[in-house]
C-alpha cells in the first residue's frame, strides 16, 4: 500500500558505468511507484508488458528506447542541472499512457527530448517543468518531442516536425507519417 521504490533501477548518478537493460519479455508491474527508472544508463524495451497504474512505467533520467512491448502507464524523460540531457525514444510498441519531457529545473544547457518515429500512444503529450507537479511548458531549450511517424489517440499537431503529416484515421486516431519527397534525381 501507498508509496514503494522502483521496481527496476537502471544505473545510479554516483557510479560511473553506464549499464545497459533490455526487456524483451516479460510482465514487470509495480502500481505504487516506477516501472523501470534509468538513472544513468540505456534501457531498451524490445517486447513484454510494463504496468504501472499509479505512477511512471518508464521514468528516464538518461537513455532509454521503445522499440516493441507494451508500456501501460506515463512514460516521462527528465533532465535537471546535475543530470544528462536525457532521451527517450519510441520506434514501435503501444504505450497505453501519456508522454512527458520534463525539464526538473529548467536548467541552462539541458535538454529532455522525446523522438518519436513509430508506434502508438494512447494518450497525450507534453512539455513540463517541475513545481510540486508537472508544470506545461514551451521551451525547446528545456523539454522538446518531435514526432514523425506513429498512432496517436491524441492529435500530436503540436509536436508534429515540419516534413511529417497527420492523417485522421477512420478510427478516431490519428497517424503521421514523412511527407513523401518527389523530385528529380542526378
Given at each position: 500500500?501507498?508509496?514503494?521504490?522502483s521496481?527496476?533501477?537502471?544505473?545510479d548518478?554516483?557510479?560511473?558505468?553506464?549499464?545497459?537493460?533490455?526487456i524483451?519479455?516479460?510482465?514487470?508491474?509495480?502500481?505504487?511507484?516506477?516501472v523501470?527508472k534509468?538513472?544513468r544508463?540505456?534501457?531498451?524495451l524490445?517486447?513484454?508488458?510494463?504496468?504501472?497504474?499509479?505512477?511512471?512505467?518508464?521514468?528516464?533520467?538518461?537513455?532509454?528506447?521503445?522499440?516493441?512491448?507494451?508500456?501501460?502507464?506515463?512514460?516521462?524523460?527528465?533532465?535537471?542541472?546535475g543530470?544528462?540531457?536525457?532521451?527517450?525514444?519510441?520506434?514501435?510498441?503501444t504505450?497505453?499512457?501519456?508522454?512527458?519531457?520534463?525539464s526538473y529545473?529548467?536548467?541552462?544547457?539541458?535538454?529532455?527530448?522525446?523522438?518519436?518515429?513509430?508506434?502508438?500512444?494512447?494518450?497525450?503529450?507534453?512539455?513540463?517543468?517541475?513545481?510540486?507537479?508537472?508544470?506545461p511548458?514551451?521551451?525547446?531549450?528545456?523539454?522538446?518531442?518531435?514526432v514523425?511517424?506513429?498512432?496517436?489517440?491524441?492529435?500530436?499537431?503540436?509536436?508534429?516536425?515540419?516534413?511529417?503529416?497527420?492523417?485522421?484515421?477512420?478510427?478516431?486516431?490519428?497517424g503521421?507519417?514523412?511527407?513523401?519527397?518527389?523530385?528529380?534525381s542526378?
Amino acid at each position: 500500500q501507498g508509496k514503494g521504490a522502483s521496481l527496476v533501477r537502471v544505473g545510479d548518478d554516483s557510479v560511473s558505468a553506464l549499464p545497459q537493460l533490455t526487456i524483451a519479455g516479460g510482465t514487470f508491474t509495480q502500481d505504487n511507484f516506477i516501472v523501470i527508472k534509468v538513472d544513468r544508463g540505456t534501457f531498451y524495451l524490445t517486447g513484454g508488458t510494463l504496468n504501472s497504474a499509479n505512477s511512471y512505467a518508464i521514468e528516464d533520467w538518461h537513455r532509454a528506447t521503445i522499440k516493441g512491448g507494451t508500456v501501460n502507464g506515463t512514460v516521462a524523460v527528465w533532465t535537471y542541472s546535475g543530470g544528462h540531457n536525457s532521451d527517450l525514444s519510441i520506434i514501435g510498441g503501444t504505450v497505453n499512457g501519456n508522454v512527458a519531457s520534463v525539464s526538473y529545473d529548467k536548467a541552462e544547457g539541458k535538454v529532455a527530448k522525446v523522438s518519436i518515429t513509430g508506434g502508438t500512444v494512447n494518450g497525450t503529450l507534453g512539455t513540463y517543468t517541475y513545481g510540486n507537479g508537472l508544470i506545461p511548458i514551451n521551451d525547446a531549450t528545456k523539454a522538446t518531442i518531435a514526432v514523425t511517424g506513429g498512432t496517436f489517440k491524441e492529435d500530436p499537431t503540436k509536436y508534429v516536425v515540419e516534413d511529417s503529416a497527420i492523417t485522421p484515421n477512420a478510427d478516431g486516431t490519428y497517424g503521421v507519417a514523412e511527407k513523401a519527397r518527389v523530385g528529380l534525381s542526378d
